[in-house]
């Protein structure tokens, strides 16, 4: 393929097809091959869609090389420094940071959303009391479609917005619950006079039988990692709900699909699979035997939280999460978190290490964030929950600008088919 400035030429079998190349406000451009099937009757092939942009977006941006990740232009680390999670909501939903008033307006519709239809709460009882937190936000999540009829004409934008809001609003309410629910302890219903941050830690550790105030520096870590988790891009779940959606689906089921797709350890589950990791390595000197098991070929055991599809630089996300820890911990009184020793001894041997440095694999968000939140109270099967909770604007975000794009078509990749050719249907006697 000769690539020209505005158009690419393909050629194939003697034919040359102009191709259209589309160049954003930054990043690379794109080679629209959208008519190529029409056209040279052929199909691209990029499993894991590794050089495929599936859509145009003004949302969120992120350069891997140089480890950049913005919101609506404005860098994760300034809104993880000044900002609050609501506010990254209303910047990732809007496309700006809100004034006062629009603030004011945003923050008391999401409080007034927080509580769950009361029948909802009858639902957890169906799940086994050893079910994992994110089994129940998937079948909860999902079943908010049957409570808010009122809010899923998506073709409608006020019912759109009703349903963001609820969202939002309401996944707090719900991770809270699956975890109340996993641990045998009675729901805890919103408060609305606390902060998004503090009412969910209210939520989650709060006992009727005790006086429960949040810890504020704990609080705003807590809303620092939302922050750092709101969105990135087409990610396999975002992609996932965009598919979802793309057949004009319900919009709670979409995000349940986006909840199942996270799940996986590939993905969100990986702050959990770090954890897990790093209390089986226990001491600093047992590293290099699992840096070796990493770098063999032989063995599947791969770093639980390093690498990335797309940062091939730290992961900026990562650094902020760094600090996040030190802060928790510093107010907790955990000066010598074993685990924390052993995640800055394995980050210094893997970043020294050839196979890590030829293969660009820096730690990623992962490697802190389980760290944090256990030493936040909260048990690792609630990591990637707290995740899905985080996601859920970036999902909606993405969901809303998908319905709202006028050249929005249904969802179909295509395929390179290796079965067998058509063949006859043989009666069971004739069978060998
Ligand atoms: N440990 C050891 N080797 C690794 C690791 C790792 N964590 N990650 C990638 N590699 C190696 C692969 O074996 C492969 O080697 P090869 O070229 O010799 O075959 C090479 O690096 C490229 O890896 P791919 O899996 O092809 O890269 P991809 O972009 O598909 O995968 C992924 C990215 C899934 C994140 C991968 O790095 C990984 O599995 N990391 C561990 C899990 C993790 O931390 N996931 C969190 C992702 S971030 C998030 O979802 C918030």
Partial sequence: MDVKVDTAQFKLDGATYELNVRHGTIGPSVVDISGLYRDAKIFTY???YTATA???????????????????????????????????CYVLL?????????????????????????QM?????????DAHPMAVMVGVVGALSAFYHDSTDINDPQQREIASRRMIAKLPTIAAMAYKYHIGQPFVYPRNDLDYASNFLHMCFAVPCEEYKANP????????IFILHADHEQNASTSTVRLAGSSGANPFACIAAGIACLWGPAHGGANEAA????????????????????????????????????????????????????????????????????AREL?????????????????????????TLRALGFPTSMFTVLFALARTVGWIAQWKEM????????????????????????PSSKRI
């Fill in 347 to 371: 980050e210094k041997v893997a970043l020294n290490d050839e196979y890590f440095i030829e293969k660009r694999l820096y730690p990623n968000i992962d490697f802190y964030s389980g760290i």
């Fill in 217 to 224: 520096v704990l609080a705003r870590a807590m809303d620092r």
């Fill in 54 to 88: 599936s859509c145009e977006s003004k949302i969120t941006y992120i350069d891997g090389d140089e480890g950049v990740l913005l919101y609506r232009g404005y860098p994760i680390e300034q809104l993880a420094e000044h900002g609050s999670f609501l506010e990254t």
């Fill in 121 to 129: 709460s009858r639902f957890f009882s169906g799940f086994r009391r």
């Fill in 403 to 426: 319905i709202e794009d006028p050249s929005q078509k249904i969802g179909r990749p295509r395929q390179l088919y290796t079965g067998p050719v058509a063949r006859e249907y043989l």
């Fill in 275 to 342: 954890l897990t990791m790093l209390e089986e390595i226990g001491t600093p000197d047992r590293i290099p035997e699992f840096v070796e098991r990493a770098k063999d070929k032989n063995d599947p055991f791969r770093l639980m939280g390093f690498g990335h599809r797309v940062y091939k630089n730290y992961d900026p996300r990562a650094k902020i999460m760094q600090k996040a820890a030190h802060e928790v911990l510093g107010e907790l009184g955990i000066n010598d978190d074993p685990l924390l020793d052993v």
């Fill in 46 to 48: 990029d499993p894991g």
């Fill in 94 to 118: 809007y496309g700006d940071l809100p004034n006062n008033a629009q603030r004011k307006e945003f923050e008391s519709a999401i409080t007034y959303h927080t509580m769950l239809h009361e």
